[in-house]
């Protein structure tokens, strides 16, 4: 589970945070939300029932937040692509070439490249430096580039400078379209957290009034709560299965 957690916070963006510190600002948050409800409407069951929306708004937030930093990740590869392309037609080799434009590379792979440079120094094969290399990056862009780096290494780099060109240009061309797609998406998703958030919003003004908090403690009132949180919770999950956009699948893994 810790495991889990820490990838799920690197693909996010939030690498700099421990899987503990990440779960006691989740959990001071939610305390904080709650004593803020409560203290607004006095009403316990109001102050639970927007605490789980606020749950379920902020894994989807999440989520949305993994994927525009894997789109941006994406956008910086053709930049990477074409340092290493300019370094291969001065003259270096391909080890040099992927280690020395790093500085150019999208910052979540630097580690994986400082790390392929320790395998490198260690005595690996350049074929052993290029499966730890794809393994540590696990994305569908590297495993494209490392298996063309592979071939090019092994047919003598015959073809490999309009290799990376072609892959550059198509990067280029595949994330214009998904940063297109995303956007629209992201607004049309947006306008429909905010048609399921408003009506808690204001439930909270409402429950100002001490009449209007009292209501809702009442049986009826706990039934019209309950109801109206699956109905939250129901259309949360529909947005994010209906809203899913495909990704970019592995296909040359063994």
């Known amino acids: ?9 690197t ?5 700099f945070l421990s899987p503990l510190q990440f779960c006691i600002t989740v959990a001071t948050s939610l305390a904080l939300i709650l004593l803020l409800v409560f203290g607004i409407t006095d009403s ?6 927007i605490c789980l929306c606020a749950i379920a708004q902020g894994l989807e937030s999440f989520s949305t937040r993994a994927s525009a930093y894997s789109l941006r990740t994406n956008l910086e590869w053709p930049k990477y692509l074409d340092a290493i392309h300019s370094l291969v037609w001065s003259g270096a080799t391909l080890q040099e070439a992927i280690i020395d434009s790093a500085k150019y590379s999208p910052l979540s792979i630097r580690a994986a490249i400082r790390e ?23 994305n569908p862009v590297a495993d494209r580039f490392v298996e063309l780096t592979r071939m090019a290494h092994n047919s003598g780099g015959r073809g490999y400078l309009a290799a990376l060109r072609n892959q550059s ?32 919003l204001v439930l909270v003004l409402l429950g100002v009034r001490r009449e209007t908090a009292a209501a809702f ?12 949180l699956i109905a939250s919770l129901l259309a949360f999950k529909l947005i994010k ?5 495909p990704i970019r699948q592995r296909t040359l893994i063994k």
């Not at 316990?44 to 029932?49: K, L, V």
């Not at 320790?118 to 290029?130: I, N, R, S």
């Not at 403690?217 to 109206?228: D, N, P, Q, R, S």
């Open 1 to 9: 589970m810790r495991n889990q957690l820490r990838d799920a916070l």
């Open 11 to 15: 693909r996010g963006n939030l690498s």
């Open 44 to 49: 316990f069951p109001i102050a639970i029932s």
């Open 116 to 138: 392929l440079e320790v395998d490198d120094a260690g005595g690996l094969t350049f074929d052993e430096c290029l499966d730890n290399f794809k393994i540590r990056l696990a």
């Open 169 to 200: 240009a198509q990067l280029r061309n595949e994330n214009a379209v998904w940063s297109e797609i995303q956007a629209k998406q992201n607004w049309v998703l947006s306008t429909a957290k905010l048609a399921i958030l408003a009506p808690w």
């Open 217 to 228: 403690e009442t049986e009826t009132g706990l039934a019209v709560l309950a109801i109206g």
């Open 241 to 245: 299965v209906l809203g899913r956009l």
